[in-house]
C-alpha cells in the first residue's frame, strides 16, 4: 500500500476511500504554503493509485478549513513575489484544476468552520455534505478583500444569484442547513453521522462503472459553457470515448443484464460490473 507522509495533511485509505484532510488543527486548517504543496502532491498521487476509488477532502480537529492562512500565505508573503506566486499557483491547482477536473469522485466532508479560501476546495469538490452545524462564512468582506482566487465564480456558479450576493457581501455566516437549502452543498446531517452518510455516498458511488462516472461528471461540468450545437457534438464523442476506455465494458454489460439475464432494474440499481471473463460476452438469442 502507498505510504502518504505530511506533515500538514493526513492521508489514510481504508476500503476504496482515501481521507485526504488537512492537519493543521490548532490553527482549524487555516491553509499555508507548506500545505498547499502537500495537499497538491497528495491528490495527484491518490488520482492514480489503485486502491483508491473515491477521495474525500476534510479536515482534522472537527474543523474543514479556516481559509487561507492570513500570516503565512499572505502578510508574511508580501515580501516576497516569488514564493507567493508559487504558492498562489500550488493552493490553486489543488483546489481547483485538480479537484474540478479529478479523474475519481470527490466529495466534500464538511464539520465545524469553512470559512474563505476554503470554499474553493468545497465547491470544486463533486459532492459535498456538511455537519448541521458546521459554521460557513465567505467572510472576505470583513478583511477588506474580496473572495478571490475563483471563490466568487465559483458561489456564483454554484448557488442562486440573490444568495451568492447576500453571503458574499455581508459575510454572515450560515450553518449546514442553510448550505444545503441554497445548494452550497447536497445535504446536512447531524455531526454524528457525517462520517457515516459520507461513507455511504461513497459505497453507492463505488458501485458505479468508474469510467461512466468520470465522463458523465466531466459532461455536466463542460457543457454549462457551450452552446446546443457544440454539446450535442461533445456529448456524442464523450459517449463513443467511453466505450474505448470503459475496462468494465459497462454498455454490453448492462444490456445484457437487463435485456437478455433480466436481473436489475437501472432505474433503481447499478448494474453488477463486468468481469474481465463477461465483457463482450455475446447477448444470449431470446
Ligand atoms: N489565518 C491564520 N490563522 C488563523 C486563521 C486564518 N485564516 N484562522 C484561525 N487562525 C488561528 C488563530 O490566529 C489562532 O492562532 P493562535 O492560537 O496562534 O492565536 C488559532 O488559529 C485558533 O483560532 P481562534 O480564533 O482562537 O479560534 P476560534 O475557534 O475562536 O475561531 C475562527 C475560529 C472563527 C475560524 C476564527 O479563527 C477566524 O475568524 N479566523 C479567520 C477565518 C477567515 O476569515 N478566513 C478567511 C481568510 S481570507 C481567505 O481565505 C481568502
Known sequence: ???????????????????????????????????????????????????????????????????????????????????????????????????????????????????????????????????????????????????????????ADTVLPRHALYYACLGEPFDGKEAARIGMVNYAVPPDKLEAATIELAEKLMKKSAAVLRATKQAIRHVRTMDVAQAYDYLAEKGKAIKVADKEDSYNTGMRQFLDEKSYKPTFEPFRLATVDQRSKPAAKK
Not at 493552493?91 to 474553493?120: Q, S
Open 1 to 155: 500500500m502507498t505510504d502518504y507522509k505530511y506533515d500538514f495533511v493526513n492521508v489514510r485509505v481504508r476500503d476504496g476511500i482515501a481521507w485526504a484532510a488537512l492537519n493543521r488543527p490548532e490553527k482549524r486548517n487555516a491553509m499555508s504554503p507548506a500545505l498547499h504543496y502537500e495537499m497538491d502532491d497528495a491528490l495527484a498521487r491518490l488520482e492514480v493509485d489503485d486502491a483508491v476509488k473515491v477521495v474525500v477532502v476534510t479536515g482534522e480537529g472537527g474543523n474543514f478549513s479556516a481559509g487561507q492562512d492570513l500570516k503565512k500565505f499572505f502578510r508574511e508573503l508580501e515580501r516576497d513575489p516569488a514564493e507567493r506566486k508559487k504558492a498562489a499557483a500550488a493552493a490553486n491547482r489543488w483546489r481547483w484544476e485538480r479537484l474540478y477536473g479529478y479523474d475519481k469522485p470527490t466529495i466534500a466532508m464538511v464539520h465545524g468552520y469553512c470559512v474563505g479560501g476554503a470554499f474553493m476546495q468545497l465547491l470544486a469538490c463533486d459532492f459535498a455534505i456538511a455537519a448541521e452545524n458546521a459554521t460557513f462564512s465567505l467572510s472576505e468582506v470583513n478583511w477588506g478583500i474580496l473572495p478571490g482566487a475563483l471563490v466568487s465564480k465559483a458561489v
